[in-house]
């Protein structure tokens, strides 16, 4: 087994390799992996299967045993996704501008590869592929660090890629998954300054802040979702049923799941019988304030921890508030800066809220869930960033590139 040291100089080999590919040489590549991950299903689903029974031993969340599970419809999706990079517009060489300066220099910036990516992650097998696609598209090496949890799955898909790499002569180390899943190797990868130029971490609050506090490799920090749903005093209040339902319970354990209700008091006698009466449905326990306690038995009393919890499971908070701008405030102060919506009527509200929510995606009228990738276009992505610098939300393949200043002249010296 190779050393992470040989793992850096196999990735910084493959990205000078990567660096000179044509957008026909790499979608040719990408098109055959598309097609081998469908072809391999079998073995992936077989590979998969045994991590989800690991998984169920351990007495794992349904959300995550859900997030860790594959099925040929997964398998396709994926595959589908890759496909999806293929026909997006390469951003590798473009020249963004060319300005002349007056001793007769013309200057402009061209889109590079970031070179080396490190991406740490749990649960979900479906990141390796994606990771992969938009990686290569762009002209980078990708370390995968997956976790334990997802190993058997992790391997069957590179295994899968590094054939088709290898098919089209491409150097295998354009994609590489850690075997050893300890916190070692983890917090080495994170210090492999010499070969990662970036490292990107997806996973929970846990994994997220360790890559944040350990790492010296600069880190594009995704986070987790706290996403809120405001439901005005001028809502739609069959809307916003419809979109909290959907919003909260379509899928119980992704980052652009609701995780808390805020709603104005002006409605909140109508709507909470509502919304209440829906979510049980779906099994799904309300924690609310002292005033929506009163509105329905229904609800058992929320902390102040559970208005900052992403809760990941059939749990949801509910805060009522006297006016939107208490709405922005209570949001802004517990989210954690990923998706937020407001159900709403009313246009000023409607600007308000875009305007003043600290949020990645801001939504009105529509589910938090749309805040993907694949939803905004971008085929795959890399992960949702909540951060402010190089990148923010959903991030496709301008996120992993950056810039290099190119200069033309003809003899100009600096008196």
Known sequence: MKTLEEIGQSAKKAAVYLNKMTTNEKNRVLLLVAEELEKQAATILEENQK?????????????????LSLDEGKIKGISEGIRQVVALED????????????????????????????????????????????????GNAVILRGGSDAIYSNLAITNVIRAALKKENVPEGAVTLLEDTSRETATKLMKLNEYVDVLIPRGGKGLIQS????????????GTGNCHVYVDSYADLAMATKVIVNAKTQRLGTCNTCESLVVHKQVAKEFIPMITEALTQKNVEIRGDEYARSIDQRIVPATEEDYKTEYLDAIISLKTVDSI??????????????????ITSNYENSEKFLNEIDAAAVYVNASTRFTDGFEFGFGAEIGISTQKLHARGPMGLLALTTTKYIIYGDGQIRN
Not at 325 to 342: C, G, L, Q, R, V
């Open 211 to 222: 890559v944040v506090n350990n790492a010296t490799v600069p880190v594009i920090e995704t």
């Open 91 to 138: 951003p590798i060489g473009e020249v963004l501008s060319i300005k002349v300066r007056p001793n007769g220099l013309r200057i402009g910036q061209k889109r590079v590869p970031l070179g080396v990516i490190g991406i740490i992650f749990e649960s979900r097998p479906n990141v390796t592929a994606d990771a992969f696609s938009l990686c290569f598209k762009t």
């Open 51 to 67: 991590d989800v029974e690991k998984a169920k031993e351990n007495q794992m969340s349904l959300a995550l045993i859900d997030r």
């Open 325 to 342: 701008e208490e709405a922005i405030a209570h949001i802004n102060e517990n989210n954690t800066k990923h998706s937020e919506a407001i």
